[in-house]
């Protein structure tokens, strides 16, 4: 089994290299690449909790996925939103937790120039939206029009009104009345009583020496090794951040 985590922001490859430096999560294709590498044919577990990113970074994403010949399977853990919605939409089977949430919307970009620049960027917007939209259209059966009236309002679906809407199939269930599991001949005290009992016995002082808050040093905080990458890119040495 294959496990690939669509987390923090979809980029393309040369951003996902700074965001592995900075230690920070992202998702880019040449990551997902390696990751089915790893067996061609076996079964892939997508596991969804994106605000999404860059949509040509998402449909590459969305292909590999699509072309791979195991079976894949999409959890939306939380929120699919934009260029994660699409990738979502690779899933043999989509499901979403009770508590998850999808968002689609037209695409958008910053631009700059004269009357010709601002139509061509249009343009450009305008066919993007129609390749995003194809996606959904494959999954939900929807024509071109409902689906792109969808995006234009920026729809937020719940669970249940990603699955009536066949963006999704199944809502996750998960079991409340799961029991712990113990290996004992005796009755084991509840976990939540003994954290109660510790908190009365820090407050009491009567502690044992493993449950007593340990003494917090009084030295300056000293930078992490991500604050000195993040003062390498601004321009700063560390003294100066």
Do not use: C
């Amino acid at each position: 089994m294959i496990n690939i985590d669509v987390k923090g922001d979809v980029v393309d490859d040369g951003s996902g290299a700074f965001y592995d430096w900075l230690g920070i999560p992202s998702t880019h294709p040449s990551a997902v690449s390696a990751a089915l590498a790893t067996n061609p044919s076996d079964e892939v577990t997508v596991n969804v909790a994106s605000g999404g990113g860059d949509v040509f970074a998402a449909s590459e994403i969305y292909t590999m996925l699509k072309n791979h010949v195991g079976k894949v399977t999409v959890n939306v853990q939380g929120l699919a939103a934009s260029a994660a919605s699409v990738i979502a939409m690779s899933g043999d089977k989509i499901s979403m937790s009770p508590t998850a949430m999808m968002m689609i919307h037209k695409a958008s970009l910053q631009t700059y120039g004269n009357a010709d620049d601002l139509n061509h960027d249009a343009d450009v917007l305008d066919k993007a939206d129609q390749a995003i939209a194809s996606t959904y259209e494959a999954k939900t059966g929807m024509n071109e029009g409902q689906v792109l009236d969808l995006m234009s309002k920026e729809t937020w679906l719940t669970a249940k009104d990603a699955v009536d809407k066949g963006f999704a199939d199944e809502v996750m269930v998960f079991d409340e009345a799961q029991a712990v599991v113990t290996n004992s001949a005796g009755s084991m005290i509840p976990k939540a009583s003994l954290n109660k009992l510790a908190t009365l016995m820090i407050k009491a002082g009567d502690a044992p020496d493993n449950l007593a808050p340990k003494p917090q040093p009084n030295n300056e905080t000293k930078p992490t090794l991500r604050d000195a990458k993040l003062a390498i890119l601004m321009g700063k040495t560390q003294k100066e951040g």
